[in-house]
């Protein structure tokens, strides 16, 4: 069965870090890009980041350019995201989510993980 | 960055079709997908590339994209066809983006 399994969300304070983490099962995770994409409580999806199934090409929101860092294991079949400088406009459900395939261009996210929450607040 | 726009929501009668929009720029010359979310699940892929539907999604599930219009067109809307939808479109300098989402209420 193809499955995602996110974890690492928590309680953080502004400014603070955290690193969230994927992991695959049921399909080759290298062939494969990945996402992350979030949502803010109430509110839609709001993609992250997105990475080629090599990890040679990484894209990001604006809204977290320069403070989040994509990346992945495919050896341990997992994916990363690290967040630094957390704000509270940060805060959501964290999902990790696969390509349908590695064109270097999202055609379809087709499986998604359950999330992991994330909540920055002092 | 490219922006693509969705009504916020949509009402339809149960068995009737219910049609919801996504404009953006030259959208036809875009790959676009739509997703299903019910309340506390995760998103789920119920079309790509315009028009094609994943393994499980029933056929009154349909795509089309022409101009700056995508459309995603379920027929005999069920109750269970109830949720939020999102458009989702690749540009090469902006990345993945999501439409607002569309609430489908059937009533």
């Known amino acids: 069965e193809v499955q995602l399994l996110e974890s690492g969300g928590g309680l953080v304070q502004p400014g603070g870090s955290l690193r969230l983490s994927c992991t695959a099962s049921?399909?080759?995770?290298?062939?494969?890009?990945m996402s992350w994409v979030r949502q803010a409580p109430g509110k839609g999806l709001e993609w992250v980041s997105y990475i080629t199934g090599s990890g040679g090409r990484t894209y990001y929101a604006d809204s977290v350019k320069g403070r989040f860092t994509i990346s992945r294991d495919n050896f341990k079949n997992r994916l990363s995201l690290q967040m630094n400088s957390l704000r509270a406009e940060d805060t959501a459900v964290y999902y990790c989510a696969k390509d349908r395939n590695d064109y270097g261009d999202s055609r379809g996210l087709d499986v998604w993980g359950q999330g992991t929450t994330v909540t920055v607040s002092s | 960055s490219y922006e693509v726009i969705q009504p916020p929501s949509v009402s339809v009668s149960p068995g009737q079709t219910a049609s919801i929009t996504c404009s953006g720029d030259y959208l036809d010359n875009r790959y676009v997908c739509w997703y299903q979310q019910r309340p506390g699940q995760s998103p789920l892929l119920v079309i790509y590339?315009?028009?094609k539907r994943p393994s499980g999604i029933p056929e009154r599930f349909s795509g089309s994209n022409s101009g700056d219009t995508a459309t995603l067109t379920i027929s005999g809307t069920q109750a269970t066809d109830e949720a939020d939808y999102y458009c989702?479109?690749?540009?090469?300098?902006?990345?993945?983006?999501f439409g607002g989402g569309t609430k489908l209420t059937v009533l």
């Open positions: 049921g399909f080759m995770f290298s062939n494969y890009a």
């Open positions: 590339q315009h028009y």
């Open positions: 989702q479109a690749w540009d090469s300098s902006t990345g993945v983006v």
